[in-house]
Every structure is written in structure tokens, then in C-alpha cells.
């Protein structure tokens, strides 16, 4: 039978103080909820998303994740138990299980949704995900009787002897989803925060003769993001994680601290990265390369033995082929770098592919960009392109080709041609002592 999921995101989120819905705030590049939906990609039912505040932002946002994703609306945020009935229709005859998760609790470990699902396969009708909080603060507390879970206290409501409990509610449950459906239905609403509150469930199960189990996990994963102070504390977590995995994948990092990563880098195996490098989403760099310090890549790809930076930019679409050098204060956009090709100093290079071996010379730019339309530039391999050139595009430089120093190139370049493209030189003699002279005069007379 399938496992579907439903993801809990119509909060408001009033306390991140923002005017985008608190669940498409970002850790590490991803959404929220795209963190959720991670935890949960082992799954193989359906996923259901419930959204409320910002229904159409955060709709639009998860198909554009997850195109099949289904979206049930909450249009009045009744309570967790209200929120989970509005998926009822997107899982009609869909049978199988359903796990909760909430689109705001990013570090949910896959491993513990295992644990959970062997809880139920032990013959549990339902399991709720708990913790043992250093601070219990305001979660749900969890009376339990031996490993049977008799109900869950909302703090609210709690007596001083039940809140003195410290195994807490992190809001995770898996059920049958028929089950779980009808005893949502039955929830009612007189409580302290006249909310439908999820966490009566246990209590209606027992009354039943349904069994209810907790899973436990490590207080860490349940982290949920209300505050800013929250999304920093959780992308510093994040960060953290990701780097330890590189280290264990067999990357150097030479001051770990100071790199970020984003949801979905990936970095081979003897890659260095030197302190203060920002890998932006979309970013692969093959094995044995070398990113320099202080460099910044997004949606890029840098092949085997590459060098990058220090103090590089590569943008989306960089394509940096093996053994290939991009240097300082280099930035590469939308551009083929070919095997063993060097842009090694102040160059911008967008919307063009450079030919292998081919040497771009400091100060070099593609001027790619006419107000109105991108054009592009093709340069082929073994190429020397001197100094400070402008390559108007749409140009293109056949292989073996050469520009001169300063060059503004406007034509096409054949193969094997050199192209100066520069007015010629004049000498006047003795006129720069004369302008001297003059200029020394006019500034004494000035002050006098
Ligand atoms: C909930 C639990 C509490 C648990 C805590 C863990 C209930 C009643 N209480 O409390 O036991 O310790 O989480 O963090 O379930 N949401 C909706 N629609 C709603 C209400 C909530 O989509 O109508 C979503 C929120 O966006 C959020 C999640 O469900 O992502 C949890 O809701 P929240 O109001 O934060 O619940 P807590 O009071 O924190
Ligand atoms: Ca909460």
C-alpha cells in the first residue's frame, strides 16, 4: 500500500515579520516546504500540500518544486486537525498510509519516517513523532502509558503536572488514511485556543481500541522556523551538515566555516575549496578541482581540475570544461570554457563558448548585450584574443585565430588571422614636456 504525504503549510507566519508566506523562506537556496518535501521523497503515495496565507504564492511555488504535487486550500486556519481534513478530498480512494509533515520543520531525517512506518508494520494504527525537549516551552505534551501514546496535551490546556512531561509533540503522525481522516473529522474545537487541534487524535483512537505508538528523534530534527532568528539558527544547522558531508565525501576545506552550500551542490571527491567560497544553487564541480577563495558560483559546472578564482563569478550557465582556468575578478555567464582554456584576469565572458587551449587575455569582455537583445560570441580553440578586446557580438573567431592588444573586433575573424583593431599610434615629440610646462604655469599663476 502507498504512503501518501500531506504538507501542513497554510500558517501565517505572522512572527517572521514579512510580507511573503513563511514557508517560502529559504534555507540553503530551497523553500521551506522543499525541505519538507526532501524528508519526505522516500514516499511513494501522493503528496498534498494545504496552504492558506499566500495560497497562490506557495501553490505556484510547489508545483514549480514538484509538478504533481495536489494542493488543497485552508482558506480560515481552524487548527492542524481543519488543515488536514482539506487534503480528505485530494486522497479520496487513494487507500495506503499518510505521513504529516509541516511545511515550516525542514530537518525531518528520512530515516526517522522509516522508523515510524516499521512502527506501523509492528502492528501500530497510528505513530506520532516525539522528542525529549531540553526545553519543553510551549510544545505538546505526550501522555504515555508504557510505549502506547494516551493523548497529547497542548500547552494551553495543560495542567502544571502534565506540563511538567517533557517528551513533546513535534507534530509528525503517520496513520492509515482512512483512519485518520474520519478521526480528524470527529476533532472538535473547545479548547484553550478554540482550534481543532491534530493532537486530540490519540485520545478518539483509544477511545476506539486503536493503538497509538510514539517514535522518538533527536530534538534537533525537529526544529520548526517562526522567526528570523529561527531561518538563521536553521541555516547555520544546515550549513553545518552540508559541510561535514563534504568533508566525509573526500573534499578539503580549508576553513569550513566560511563556505556555503547550497540544497543541491555537488562536489567531487578531492575538489579543494579555499575559505569564503558561496556555491548558489545549481552548482557541480567535478573531481580534483580547485575553487579559490572568495569566489561565487550559481547554476554552474566546473569540470575535472579546474581552477576557479580567487575571486571569480561564475553566473548560470558557466560550462567550465576540464583542466580549464578561470581566474580573479573573472565573470563567466552563459558560456562554454573549453578543456585547458584560460581566462585568467578581469575578464567578463557571457554568452559564449571558447574554443580548448584558447587564451583570453586580461581585461577581455564579450559585449554581449545591444540595450535590447543578448548575441553571441564564438571563439574557437587555440585562440590567443590579446588584452583589453572588445568582442562586439555576434562575432566569431575561427580557430588558431589572434586579436591584437586593444582590440574593438566588430568582424569575424577567419581562422588563422590576426586581427588589429586599433587606431595606430602617434608620437609628437616634445609635446608632452611643452603641455607640462603650461599646465605647472596656469596653477602657480592660480595661487598667486
Ligand atoms: C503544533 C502541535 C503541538 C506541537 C507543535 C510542534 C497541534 C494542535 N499542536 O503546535 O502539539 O508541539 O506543533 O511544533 O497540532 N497549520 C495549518 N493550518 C492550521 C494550523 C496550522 O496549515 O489551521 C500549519 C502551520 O502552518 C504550521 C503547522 O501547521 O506549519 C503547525 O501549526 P502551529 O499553529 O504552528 O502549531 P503549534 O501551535 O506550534
Ligand atoms: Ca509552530
Redesign the pocket.
Known amino acids: 500500500m502507498p504512503t501518501h504525504l500531506i504538507l501542513?503549510?497554510?500558517?501565517e507566519g505572522t512572527r517572521m515579520q514579512s510580507d511573503m508566506p513563511k514557508v517560502l523562506h529559504r534555507i540553503a537556496g530551497a523553500p521551506l516546504f522543499q525541505h519538507a518535501l526532501a524528508s519526505a521523497s522516500a514516499l511513494d503515495g501522493r503528496r498534498v500540500i494545504?496552504v492558506?496565507h499566500g495560497a497562490e504564492a506557495v501553490a505556484a511555488a510547489a508545483r514549480e518544486v514538484d509538478p504533481d504535487i495536489l494542493v488543497a486550500e485552508?482558506a480560515e486556519?481552524?487548527?492542524?486537525a481543519?488543515?488536514v481534513l482539506q487534503a480528505a478530498e485530494a486522497l479520496k480512494g487513494a487507500g495506503g498510509d499518510v505521513v504529516i509533515l509541516?511545511?515550516?520543520?525542514p530537518f525531518i531525517r528520512p530515516e526517522t519516517l522509516e522508523r515510524m512506518q516499521a512502527m506501523r508494520n509492528g502492528g501500530a494504527d497510528i505513530v506520532f513523532l516525539g522528542f525529549e525537549a531540553r526545553d519543553p516551552g510551549r510544545?505538546?505534551r505526550m501522555v504515555t502509558e508504557g510505549e502506547r501514546l494516551l493523548r497529547?496535551v497542548?500547552f494551553k490546556d495543560a495542567s502544571d503536572e502534565e506540563r511538567g512531561i517533557s517528551l513533546?509533540?513535534?507534530?509528525v503522525v503517520l496513520a492509515d488514511a482512512e483512519v485518520l481522516m474520519r478521526l480528524a473529522a470527529e476533532v472538535g474545537n473547545d479548547n484553550a485556543s478554540g482550534?481543532f487541534?491534530?493532537?486530540d487524535i490519540p485520545a478518539l483512537a483509544a477511545r476506539e481500541g486503536l493503538v497509538t505508538r510514539v517514535a522518538t528523534c533527536d530534538e534537533a530534527e525537529?526544529l520548526?522556523v517562526n522567526t528570523r532568528a529561527d531561518l538563521a539558527a536553521a541555516e547555520a544547522v544546515f550549513q553545518q551538515a552540508a559541510r561535514a558531508v563534504a568533508l566525509a565525501d573526500g573534499v578539503t576545506l580549508q576553513a569550513p566555516d566560511t563556505v556555503q552550500f547550497s540544497f543541491d551542490t555537488v562536489i567531487g571527491r578531492d575538489a579543494v575549496v579555499e575559505p569564503y567560497v558561496v556555491f548558489g544553487v545549481g552548482v557541480t564541480v567535478e573531481t580534483g578541482a580547485h575553487i579559490r577563495a572568495f569566489s561565487h558560483l550559481e547554476g554552474a559546472h566546473v569540470g575535472a581540475r579546474a581552477v576557479v578564482g580567487p575571486y571569480a563569478r561564475l553566473r548560470p550557465g558557466a560550462e567550465l570544461a576540464n583542466d580549464s582556468k578561470v581566474g580573479n575578478f573573472v565573470e563567466v555567464k552563459n558560456a562554454e570554457i573549453g578543456e585547458g582554456a584560460k581566462v585568467n584576469h578581469l575578464s567578463y565572458v557571457g554568452d559564449a563558448r571558447v574554443g580548448e587551449r584558447t587564451n583570453i587575455g586580461a581585461g577581455t569582455i564579450t559585449c554581449n548585450y545591444d540595450g535590447v537583445f543578448k548575441h553571441r560570441t564564438e571563439i574557437g580553440r587555440d585562440v590567443f584574443i590579446g588584452s583589453n578586446t572588445m568582442l562586439v557580438a555576434p562575432v566569431t573567431i575561427g580557430d588558431e585565430a589572434m586579436t591584437a592588444t586593444g582590440g574593438v573586433i566588430t568582424k569575424d575573424v577567419p581562422p588563422g588571422d590576426m586581427a588589429l583593431a586599433r587606431a595606430p599610434q602617434v608620437n609628437k615629440p616634445g609635446l608632452a614636456r611643452k603641455l607640462f610646462a603650461r599646465l605647472r604655469a596656469a596653477k602657480a599663476a592660480r595661487k598667486g
Do not use: F, R
Not at 8 to 11: D, E, H, I, K, R
Not at 102 to 105: F, I, K, Q, R, V
Open positions: 501542513l503549510s497554510a500558517g494545504v492558506g485552508q486556519q481552524l487548527g492542524t481543519h488543515a509541516y511545511g515550516d520543520t510544545y505538546g497529547i497542548e513533546c509533540n513535534s507534530g482550534e487541534y491534530l493532537t525537529t520548526g
